[in-house]
């Protein structure tokens, strides 16, 4: 049994619509339809979760998962402050899944390709995130803004969703975060997971086009 866990759940600072990005239109429908659409149609996928803020859960449950008719959605729930807390709300949703891939609202140009791609590599080796190689040289600043290192480029990747996870691993390695007295800035799931040391997270490619909607500049590429 896989789960989708798609979030919906963040406020879009960055973006500073009124609206939150995931449900800004985008071809006639709130943004959040496209991933949910490519989740719906993918064959290796058994279930969805979908995670909104409590605010949003009456909105997603009649205007989005009754409205487009998205029947993998067995459940729309609230989610948390930071992401993480979105993700360890839907992993409690999902209880009977295998495994689970967690996906960003805001990455609309996700493909079943991908999907298929992150799926199998979580079932070989327990964890995987999509990503890819960086185009760009990438440097480590100090905290005054000057460089002070620069990782050899063919061994840096950006990293995309969906991540993909055995759902005990995952759970297990939430739990080893959560005693930890510090909390540091988590960005992904697959961090949650290196820093358990409970598995080695694969990398494998999603695309080039697989870009979260961020900030305003963003928008054009929904048009
Ligand atoms: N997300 C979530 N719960 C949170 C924070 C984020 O479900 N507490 C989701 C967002 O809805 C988004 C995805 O995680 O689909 C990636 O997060 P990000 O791009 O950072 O979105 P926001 O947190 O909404 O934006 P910002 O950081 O600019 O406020
Ligand atoms: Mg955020």
Redesign the pocket.
């Known amino acids: 049994m896989t789960t989708g866990i798609?979030?919906?759940?963040?406020?879009?600072?960055?973006?500073g619509t009124d609206t939150?990005?995931?449900f800004l239109s985008y071809r006639n429908r709130p943004l959040?339809c496209a991933s949910l659409h490519v989740f719906q149609e993918s064959p290796e996928i058994d279930a969805i979760v979908l995670?909104?803020?409590e605010e949003y859960v009456s909105y997603c449950r009649t205007e989005i998962v009754e409205r487009y008719a998205f029947s993998k959605v067995k459940k729309v729930v609230a989610?948390?402050?930071?992401?993480?807390?979105?993700?360890w709300n839907a992993l409690g949703a999902c209880p009977d899944a295998d495994y689970v891939l967690i996906h960003?609202?805001?990455?609309p140009f996700v493909t079943e390709e991908i999907i298929r791609r992150a799926a199998e590599a979580a079932k070989r080796y327990g964890a995987a995130a999509v990503g890819m190689p960086s185009k760009d040289t990438v440097k480590i600043a100090d905290s005054e803004g000057f460089a002070e290192s620069t990782p050899q480029r063919s061994r840096v990747w950006t990293i995309q969703?969906p991540q993909a996870f055995s759902r005990p691993l995952l759970v297990s390695a939430n739990e080893l975060l959560m005693r930890r007295e510090q909390m540091y800035d988590v960005?992904d799931d697959a961090m949650i997971v290196e820093a358990s040391g409970l598995a080695k997270v694969k990398l494998v490619e999603g695309s080039y086009e697989n870009v979260?909607?961020?900030?305003p500049e963003d928008l054009k590429r929904l048009s």
């Open positions: 798609i979030l919906a759940a963040g406020k879009g600072t960055r973006m939150p990005k995931q959040v995670v909104t803020s989610g948390g402050k930071e992401r993480y807390d979105s993700v960003d609202a805001a990455r969703t960005t979260k909607i961020t900030t």
